[in-house]
T-cell receptor
Framework: GDSVTQMEGPVTLSEEAFLTINCTYT??????LFWYVQYPGEGLQLLLK?????DKGSNKGFEATYRKETTSFHLEKGSVQVSDSAVYFC?????????FGKGNQVVVIP | SAVISQKPSRDICQRGTSLTIQCQVD?????MFWYRQQPGQSLTLIAT?????????ESGFVIDKFPISRPNLTFSTLTVSNMSPEDSSIYLC??????????FGEGSRLTVL
């Protein structure tokens, strides 16, 4: 079945550093791809999405590009803030079946 | 987007009791789901809540343990039955919009003693 793989382990970085969280997927057909963010003590919020190859999703300074050739959807932000500390989940929707990655805890230190 | 309200937002329960979580959506949606998020883990799909018929459960989840109701297109309930400490989790209601986006409620944080 469809699946999403995120890089292992938490990510700790300093304020204003560059953030990358890797995400690759396996799917039949052409899924839509998403990044969700979960702030401490809250539910999941949709951060950005891309529905077809080469689409770039962006929101709040975060970006991710749908790369069909590498089956990837890496999340990037050029300058993180303490308020970006959260758990980030990569997800795909293939025929209304959603698959989530394991999530990455991001901790931004002042 | 979708506004999804879950109640209760958190609860502490005794072993062997049952708790029903309610999910109310601000618009009619076809597809509603219930997820579980155990501490520090990703999301696991429990079931799809079907309007007017029995829910569709994922492998490892059964109706006797997690009965689900979906009386209309804006409301669903999930009951966690005969709870044990292993059921301590966040339970999340979610809806799938026509855009293919999945929206989540704030979650119900359940602690079983």
């Amino acid at each position: 079945g469809d699946s999403v793989t995120q890089m292992e382990g938490p990510v700790t970085l300093s304020e204003e550093a560059f953030l990358t969280i890797n995400c690759t997927y396996t799917a039949t057909g052409y899924p839509s791809l998403f990044w969700y963010v979960q702030y401490p003590g809250e539910g999941l919020q949709l951060l950005l999405k891309a529905t077809k190859a080469d689409d770039k999703g962006s929101n709040k300074g975060f970006e991710a590009t749908y790369r069909k050739e590498t089956t990837s959807f890496h999340l990037e932000k050029g300058s993180v803030q303490v308020s970006d500390s959260a758990v980030y989940f990569c997800a795909l929707n293939g025929n209304n079946r959603l698959a989530f990655g394991k999530g990455n805890q991001v901790v931004v230190i002042p | 987007s979708a506004v999804i309200s879950q109640k209760p937002s958190r609860d502490i329960c005794q072993r062997g009791t049952s708790l029903t979580i309610q999910c109310q959506v601000d618009s009619q949606v076809t597809m509603m789901f219930w997820y579980r998020q155990q501490p520090g883990q990703s999301l696991t799909l429990i079931a799809t809540a079907n309007q007017g018929s029995e829910a569709t459960y994922e492998s490892g989840f059964v109706i006797d343990k997690f009965p689900i109701s979906r009386p209309n297109l804006t409301f669903s309930t999930l009951t966690v039955s005969n709870m044990s400490p292993e059921d301590s989790s966040i339970y999340l209601c979610s809806v799938l919009k026509n855009t293919g986006e999945l929206f989540f409620g704030e979650g119900s944080r359940l602690t079983v003693l």
